[in-house]
T-cell receptor, first 110, second 116 residues
Framework: DQQVKQNSPSLSVQEGRISILNCDYTNSMFDYFLWYKKYPAEGPTFLISISSIKDKNEDGRFTVFLNKSAKHLSLHIVPSQPGDSAVYFCAASNDYKLSFGAGTTVTVRA | GAVVSQHPSWVICKSGTSVKIECRSLDFQATTMFWYRQFPKQSLMLMATSNEGSKATYEQGVEKDKFLINHASLTLSTLTVTSAHPEDSSFYIC????????????FGPGTRLTVL
């Protein structure tokens, strides 16, 4: 039972433009949400997170938005850079366990 | 800071043998370590959660006798895949969480296991 879903397996964006990655979840008990970036054959690296009591968190080029009523969160990357090309995983936490989405592969075109 | 290492980074073994994967937190003490498995183009699936000095908690569907987890110290957890079969071939990733910051996990680089 996939509790965290990333319905877009891939995203292609031009350098300098905004990348928007979406994530939906089903478990209303999730209280913390995270985005991770992953390169092939490497472990995920933490990008940004948001608590369920907030609706927005910003860190440099990365902003995460949370819509609890819709059980939806998104990650905005602006401006997108070639080094942002990677797989992005959305994760949700409940009782310290993380449930991951399937990932979205972002390709930033020069 | 918050670096997690895994060893080996890749391993090829024959069917029926056992393989041990180590996960170490290099610059912090991890109260909890997690083991994940990732199939190609799929999400990371949590296999088990381990706390130092206690038995691991396995997720539903994960055979505890096949995937032995030992968390002997605050900086080391091991995953042993016993009697490995080709279907056990996968990418295994561990993570560690800092005491008091249990929502954030720091991931190791992963271990690619191929069972022939």
């Amino acid at each position: 039972d996939q509790q965290v879903k990333q319905n877009s397996p891939s995203l292609s964006v031009q350098e300098g433009r905004i990348s928007i990655l979406n994530c939906d979840y089903t478990n209303s008990m999730f209280d913390y949400f995270l985005w991770y970036k992953k390169y092939p054959a490497e472990g995920p690296t933490f990008l940004i997170s948001i608590s369920s009591i907030k609706d927005k968190n910003e860190d440099g080029r990365f902003t995460v938005f949370l819509n609890k009523s819709a059980k939806h969160l998104s990650l905005h990357i602006v401006p997108s850079q070639p080094g942002d090309s990677a797989v992005y995983f959305c994760a949700a936490s409940n009782d310290y366990k993380l449930s991951f989405g399937a990932g979205t592969t972002v390709t930033v075109r020069a | 800071g918050a670096v997690v290492s895994q060893h080996p980074s890749w391993v090829i073994c024959k069917s029926g043998t056992s393989v041990k994967i180590e996960c170490r937190s290099l610059d912090f003490q991890a109260t909890t370590m997690f083991w994940y498995r990732q199939f190609p183009k799929q999400s990371l699936m949590l296999m088990a959660t381990s706390n130092e000095g206690s038995k691991a908690t396995y997720e539903q569907g994960v055979e505890k006798d096949k995937f032995l987890i030992n968390h002997a110290s605050l900086t080391l957890s091991t995953l042993t895949v016993t009697s490995a079969h080709p279907e056990d071939s996968s990418f295994y990733i561990c993570s560690a969480s800092l005491a008091g910051l249990n929502n954030e996990q720091f991931f190791g680089p992963g271990t690619r296991l191929t069972v022939l």
